[in-house]
């Protein structure tokens, strides 16, 4: 699909398949993703793909804690990606703090579901991927990768659409000129 078209038409998809997604779709993606635009080119955020379905599991049980419900956030899609920033180590809580690295992340997932949409698969930024890994057992997950001083962005899941997304009715009074 056309690059204008997909930014046109791109929805988020909440319905999967069960077909995990192809190695050289979710290449494709990554590599829209590493392309997005980051403050100074730092390119500082970091894309965590998760496929195996324990993790998974793990990861929508954290999630759904954090929104105190029983369902699976993640829709059962087959691929959940955690899209990671560093944390500013001089962080004092003001409005100077730089925020660039989590603005990197966001453009980080929109590139990705632009993508996805694209290529015919599906995606959905998901929440709390922040509180998740600020968990006992995201904390542990952040170890393992030794990405320790990264903060969760958002989650991009992944996977093939169930059925054709349903139009989105645009705000109006979005745009002005001055
Ligand atoms: C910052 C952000 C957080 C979101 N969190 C969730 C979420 O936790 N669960 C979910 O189903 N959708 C989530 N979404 C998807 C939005 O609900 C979706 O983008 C919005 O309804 C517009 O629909 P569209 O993406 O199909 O255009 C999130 C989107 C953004 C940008």
Redesign the pocket.
Known sequence: MEAIEALKT???C?TYTGQQISEEDLNTILECALNAPSGSNKQSTKIVVVQEPEKIKLLSDLNAAIMGTKGD?F?GAPTVCLIVAPVDPGYDGTPKYDLNPVKDGSLVIGAMQTAAFAIGAGS?????CKEMLELPEGQAIMKELGLEGYQGV?CCILGYPAKA?AP?KIKEGRIMRY
């Not at 959905?124 to 709390?128: D, T, V, Y």
């Open positions: 791109r929805r988020s909440r956030p829709y959905c930024w998901i929440n709390r958002g997304p989105k």
